[in-house]
């Protein structure tokens, strides 16, 4: 009885343990104020083990009394999308202990999409986003918002 205690405590503390550092893994698992502030980015880790961040708030969500929409998207189909829900962060995967890398980043204000990867800070990320060479780009920092 009291080895079976014993066994039982001692699991549900390396459970506790593993979930901890799983979670500590994922730190950059939050909501992000963009450069400007003008927008919250969440960022979340999905299904396929890679993470993903999409708008979830702008500081002004309206245009002309209507929700804000993707109008400078290449896809014409696609200029009716609100831009607050719009995932603009795709497919970063950890590489390294403060790293994301091979993701790519999305920005309506020019519908343009480049290829970008985050440097984790604690209360910020630095995400450099660029075309072919990273050496050729800009950095951009987003705050912490949570």
Not at 10 to 34: C, G, M, P, R
Not at 83 to 110: A, F, W
Request: proline share 3%; glycine share 8%.
């Amino acid at each position: 009885m009291f080895n079976t205690t014993v066994r039982t405590a001692f699991l549900s503390i390396i459970l506790i343990v593993a979930t901890h550092i799983a979670k500590a893994q994922d730190q950059i698992e939050k909501t992000w104020y963009n450069q400007e502030k003008t927008s919250k980015i969440q960022v979340y880790k999905a299904r396929d083990g890679k993470f993903y961040g999409k708008i979830i708030w702008l500081k002004e969500p309206l245009k002309n009394g209507k929700p804000k929409t993707d109008d400078n998207n290449p896809d014409e189909k696609k200029r009716n999308v609100p831009i607050i829900g719009l995932v603009i962060l795709r497919g970063l995967e950890k590489d390294g202990d403060k790293e994301y890398s091979d993701g790519k980043i999305y920005d309506p204000k020019n519908g343009k999409t480049y290829s970008c990867k985050i440097t984790y800070k604690g209360n910020t990320l630095d995400l450099r986003g660029y075309v072919g060479v990273s050496l050729i780009g800009r950095t951009s920092t987003w705050t912490l918002a949570d």
